[in-house]
C-alpha cells in the first residue's frame, strides 16, 4: 500500500488519463504531484489516511480546482480525530493551519 505520492513518482506519467489511488493507505501527497498529469480524466483518491493538516490544503485546493475528475467518492480526512470524516475539499486554511502557520515560516523564534 501506498503511504505518501511525490512528484517525481508521477512526472514520468504525463500521458495517464486515469488514475486509481482508492483504498491505500495514503496520508500525504506532495505539492504539485498531480500537476503533471494533464492529461488526466479521473481519479479515485477515496479510502485512505488522509492527515488533514497544513500540508493537505494543496490537495485540498486541487480537489476544488479539478472536482470533475473526481470519480466514485470523495476523499475524507481520517485524521486528526476532530476532521475525521470531514471531505477533503471543504478543508480550509482555518480548518488545518490555524496556529501552525508560525511553525511553517521557519521563523527563529525571539526571546
Not at 1 to 26: G, H
Not at 50 to 70: E, G, M, Q
Request: charged share 20%.
Amino acid at each position: 500500500m501506498i503511504r505518501k505520492l511525490v512528484r517525481s513518482t508521477l512526472e514520468p506519467l504525463q500521458n495517464l488519463s486515469r488514475l486509481d489511488l482508492d483504498s491505500n493507505n495514503l496520508e500525504f501527497m506532495e505539492e504539485d504531484s498531480l500537476h503533471a498529469l494533464s492529461n488526466l480524466k479521473t481519479i479515485k483518491l477515496a479510502k485512505n489516511a488522509w492527515h488533514c493538516d497544513c500540508k493537505i490544503l494543496h490537495l485540498a485546493n486541487w480537489i476544488r480546482d479539478h472536482s470533475p475528475l473526481i470519480f466514485d467518492n470523495q476523499p475524507k480526512c481520517q485524521s486528526p480525530g476532530h476532521l475525521a470524516g470531514k471531505f477533503l475539499y471543504s478543508m480550509t486554511f482555518a480548518d488545518v493551519c490555524d496556529g501552525q502557520w508560525l511553525s511553517m515560516q521557519n521563523i527563529p523564534t525571539r526571546v
